[in-house]
């Protein structure tokens, strides 16, 4: 027999080994099931379409790689910059230190002009009953002649009430400048005159001292030093206004401050005394205890006889007379002004009768009018 041709058709069941069909799909023997596996197909391939190609150059893929590194690099930084968690850095502050020039003041050779001042416009003022010429004048401090010219009247300047007038306003007085002042040590330093002196071999200060006969917390004082040893070199300044008193004659007293102003209290300013007979008594406050040799000084003068009638006395009490001698003779109103001021006796003239000098500021100055027969009036 020939052998028999396995055929390429058979295939094996892999559990019982039977030879079955190729297209078998289960084993008679064992009931296995089979996988149908399909045999490739002997068609062509179907081609896809083929991509468009984009041929670049080195030079352009590098830069295209790079401008997409930048874009994203941008886009990364925008977002976390949005979230917070970065932050623009802030420069720091740079301090600039700019030279600034001081000008030194020149001294200036202009004149400094004196303050001129603009007269002040005169004021109206009604008649009342009772008003005279002088009594205005004295009382506004003008001159009887300006208002007469003011107005145009006569010299007897005869008012009716009701009547309106021009007072002229007295001139302001210029007051004085105000100049740099030092304070108390400084005015001490510099009035007081000093002496350079080197400490030498075997100076103390205790020595120093007695030969120039000033007192050793001077010296100290005057050179800031605690120290009373001193040595050789050393650079001293010796305070000469501070010597101690010599020994000799009692020395002169010193003066006294001088007083303030005595305030004025009687008569009211400006009051009139119709009747000649009146005895009028003026009254002022105490500057102090007086002493010894110090009194008041009292200065009356008659206004409307241009300062010819005037008394001065002297007394050591707050209040005066009006003396009779300055009673009014005649008809015509007087009008009188009077000041108070301290004063101190300076010695003697040859008839033995002491001579005053003012020791204090002078009183603010008050008028009162005497003439006439009616009651007592006030002037405006």
Known sequence: MSPE????????????????????????????????????????????????????????????????????????????????????ATPDATMTVTP????????????TLAPTYTPLPPIDYVVQENDQCVLLAAYHDVSLQSIIDANGLTSDCILAVGQTIKIPQPTPTATAQPTSTQSSSQSTSEACQTLDYTVAENDTLSSIAANYNIAIDSIKSYNN?????????????????????????????????????????????????????????????????????????????????????????????TKLTVPVSLRPTDSTSHIFRWWVVAARQAGFNADQTPIYETNGAISTARVFGWAGTSSATTAP
């Open 100 to 111: 600034t020039m001081t000008a030194s003041p020149q001294p200036s050779s202009e004149p």
């Open 225 to 317: 030093t605690t120290s009373d040893v001193v040595w050789v070199g050393m650079q001293l300044k010796l305070p000469l206004c501070m010597r101690l008193p010599t020994e000799g004659p009692t020395p002169t007293p010193t003066t006294p401050p001088p007083y303030a102003a005595p305030s004025l209290l009687l008569p009211v300013d400006g009051v009139v005394y119709a009747n000649t007979t009146d005895v009028i008594t003026l009254q002022w406050s105490s500057v102090g205890t007086l002493r010894e040799n110090e009194v008041y000084m009292v200065t009356i003068e008659d206004v409307t006889s241009n300062g010819v009638s005037r008394v001065v006395q002297y007394v050591t009490d």
């Open 5 to 88: 041709k396995s055929s390429s058709t058979m295939k094996v069941c892999p559990t019982c080994g039977t030879r079955l069909s190729e297209n078998a799909t289960r084993c008679l023997v064992c009931g296995r099931n089979f996988t149908v596996t399909s045999k490739p197909s002997q068609e062509s391939p179907v081609e896809s379409p083929r991509l468009p190609e984009l041929k670049l150059s080195l030079p352009a893929a590098l830069g295209l790689i790079f401008l997409v590194l930048a874009v994203g690099a941008g886009i990364v930084y925008l977002i976390l910059q949005g979230t917070g968690k970065i932050t623009a």
